[in-house]
């Protein structure tokens, strides 16, 4: 069982950056690959990032490449996302999760079955 608990949402100017932070609890954190995924009003949720065990492994959404990072913290169970130069279509609610099942690397949501209460990310233009 893992509970998650994120922080770092607000509200910024379009071309600013956040910092997302997830907090688990329990310890099989490191078990987990971590994902953070995000959904706008009137839109279904999508991935955004995810990150392996080790960190040895990441992805990330196209529309996110290069501007937003994930990473992770196991001795603090702690994940993050950097997000930089941000844009008015990044609004959204941030959920960070864990799969279903640990040992496994996925970016599908629905493999997800552990989730965040969500943070909410607002870019002003």
């Known amino acids: 069982q893992v509970q998650l608990v994120e922080s770092g949402g607000g509200l910024v100017q379009a071309g600013a950056s956040l910092r997302l932070s997830c907090a688990a609890s329990g310890r099989t954190f490191s078990s987990y690959t971590m994902g953070w995924f995000r959904q706008a009003p009137g839109e279904e949720r999508e991935f955004v990032a995810a990150i392996s065990r080790s960190s040895t492994r990441t992805s990330y959404a196209d529309s996110v490449k290069g501007r937003f990072t994930i990473s992770r913290d196991n001795a603090k169970n702690t994940v993050y996302l950097q997000m930089n130069s941000l844009k008015p279509e990044d609004t959204a609610v941030y959920y960070c999760?864990?799969?279903?099942?640990?040992?496994?690397?996925?970016?599908?949501?629905?493999?997800?079955?552990?989730w965040g209460q969500g943070t909410q990310v607002t870019v002003s233009s």
């Open positions: 999760a864990a799969p279903r099942q640990t040992m496994v690397y996925t970016t599908r949501w629905n493999e997800y079955g552990y």
